[in-house]
C-alpha cells in the first residue's frame, strides 16, 4: 500500500489500471473456459451470430489458433491467459509500456468486448483505463522505460491536461447516464432501483434486507431521484473550486452500495478507480493554484 501511495499520479494511473486488469481475467476462474472454450457451454458460432464486432471474440480467435497449429484448445486457453498476465505485469512494471498497452488492449476487447452478450460495465471501463494508458505519458514516470530510455518528467500544465480529459470523459458519462434514467419513470417511481436490488444471479444482502421486511419500499423513489440526481449534477465538478469536491464522495458512496448490494465487486472498485484517479491524484489546476499565489 505505501509503494503505491508513494507512486506520483500517472504511475498510480498505470499501476491501479494493470491491477484492474489482473483482477478482471482472475474473477472468472474456472468460468473462463465454460464462456469461451469451444469446447464449453457456450458456442463460438452461435455468440457471433448477429455480433460483428471490430476485434475477433477470444472463441474465434481459440478456433483459428487451433486450426493454424497443431496445439490443443487447452493448451491455447493457457496460452491467451499467460499472455494477458504477462501484458499486465509489463504495464505494472512499465516495460514498453506503449506496445504492451495497446496489445493489452486489442486482447482484452476479444476477451471481455466483442462477445457482447457477455460485457458490462466494468469490461468496458477498464477498456478505457486502457485506452488513457496508451494516450497518457504513463511510461514516463516511476517505470523500467524511464530507467531504460531516461525519460523527462512532463510539465504540470499537461499533467493536469492529462486529468482534465478523463475528467470530462467521466462527466459526459455520469450525466447521460443520469439522463437516461430521469427521462424515464422507473427512477421516479423507485422500480427502477428495486428491480436492480433484486436480481437472483446476483448475491445481494439486499435480498436478505427485504425478506425481513427491513428495506422499505417507500425510499425507494428517493434513492431513485438521488442516484439520477448526483450523476446529472456531476458534470458541476468540472467548475467548481476543489474544496467543493465533496461532491465526488457521493458517486464514491454510489459504487459502495452498489457493490454491496448487488455483488458487482470489479465494476464498483473500477469506477471508484477512475474518481480517484481524476479528481484526487491530479495536481491542483494552474488557474486556481494562480489565484492563491495572488492572494
Known sequence: ????????PLARFRVGTAILLILALSSLGNDFNTLYAPSGA????????????????????????????????????LL????????????????FTKPATLLLLALHNSIFISTVSLAYGADYFCQIALFYCLLFPVQRYQSLDARWFHYSPISEHRLHRCFTILRIHLALVY???????ALGPTWWNGQALWKALHLPFFYQPAHWIAGHGLWPVSI????GILVWGVELCYPLLL????KYHTAVWAIILLHV??????????F????IFLNVAAWFWAPVPIIHHTRNHSK
Open 175 to 181: 450525466f447521460f447516464g443520469g439522463l437516461g434514467k
Open 239 to 242: 467548475v467548481a473550486p476543489r
Open 42 to 77: 457456450l458456442n463460438p458460432s452461435l455468440l457471433a451470430l448477429g455480433n460483428k464486432p471490430a476485434l475477433p471474440a477470444i472463441g474465434q480467435l481459440f478456433v483459428y489458433l487451433h486450426q493454424c497449429s497443431a496445439w490443443s484448445y487447452e493448451s491455447l486457453i
Open 220 to 223: 425507494m423513489p428517493i434513492l
Open 268 to 271: 464498483s472498485l473500477t469506477m
Open 80 to 95: 491467451i491467459q499467460g499472455i494477458y498476465y504477462f501484458l499486465c505485469l509489463a504495464l505494472l512494471f512499465g516495460a
Open 257 to 266: 452500495g452498489i457493490g454491496l448490494f448487488m455483488g458487482l465487486l470489479l
Open 1 to 8: 500500500m505505501y509503494f503505491f501511495i508513494a507512486l506520483t
